[in-house]
């Protein structure tokens, strides 16, 4: 039976190593940590690709901690700025009167975050701050306040950490971009 190669034989270039995301993440972990002062935080993830920036950042968390995710979709976002976002699965926990750090993987356009930022901020919590692993600022079509921000990025697509291409590679260790080949 032929088999898929191996998602690491796909990578064209890594731009953020195991080592140097966990270095990242200790840093934006110590700066909620010391803005939030040992209050309770609730957590939102953003579904699918923050999983593992969501799973190693609350790690280095130190107060009393909510967690809940929720996952969204946007339509032709390379083809249209009509910013159509739907909502595929609400949270469980209500936020009002809550401090919440949304945890998101990339903001591209702006139209995603902008999404969720009205959409959680219509609950009602106590704080909303977001945390954007990577930021393609070149890219943006709409302002969004970020509070912490991993790494900004180039206008390139990039895979691993939770990150995907048409599902996959998302068990990448570290931040890479593909070869070209993959995407003909
Ligand atoms: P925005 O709404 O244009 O800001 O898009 C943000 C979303 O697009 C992210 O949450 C990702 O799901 C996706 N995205 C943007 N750039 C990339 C990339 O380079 N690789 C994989 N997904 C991406």
């Known amino acids: 039976m032929n088999r898929p190669p191996r998602p690491h034989a796909d990578v064209d270039a890594i731009l ?5 995301i966990a270095r ?8 909620v940590n010391a803005a939030q002062d ?4 609730t957590v939102v993830g953003v579904l699918t690709g923050a999983c593992a920036f969501t799973a190693d950042l609350i790690r280095r968390l130190d107060m009393p901690m909510l967690l809940d995710f929720i996952a969204v979709s946007s339509y032709g976002q390379s083809t249209t700025t009509s910013g159509v976002v739907r909502l595929n699965k609400d949270l469980d926990i ?3 009167g809550r401090d919440v750090l949304v945890v998101e993987d990339i903001v591209d356009t ?8 009205e959409n959680l901020l219509a609950r009602r919590p106590r ?3 977001i945390a954007v692993l990577l930021d393609k600022r070149s890219r ?7 509070d912490y921000i991993g790494f900004e990025i180039p206008d390139v697509f990039v895979v691993g950490y939770g990150i995907d291409y048409a ?10 971009t593909l070869k070209p080949e993959v995407y003909s």
């Open 16 to 20: 953020f190593d195991e080592a140097a």
């Open 24 to 31: 990242r993440v200790e840093e934006i972990a110590a700066a």
């Open 38 to 41: 040992g209050r309770e935080l």
């Open 94 to 96: 209500p936020l009002e």
């Open 110 to 117: 702006g139209l995603t975050l902008q999404y969720l930022r």
């Open 127 to 129: 704080s909303l701050r």
């Open 140 to 146: 943006r079509q709409v302002e969004v306040p970020v």
């Open 167 to 176: 599902g996959r590679y998302r068990n990448l260790p570290y931040v890479a």
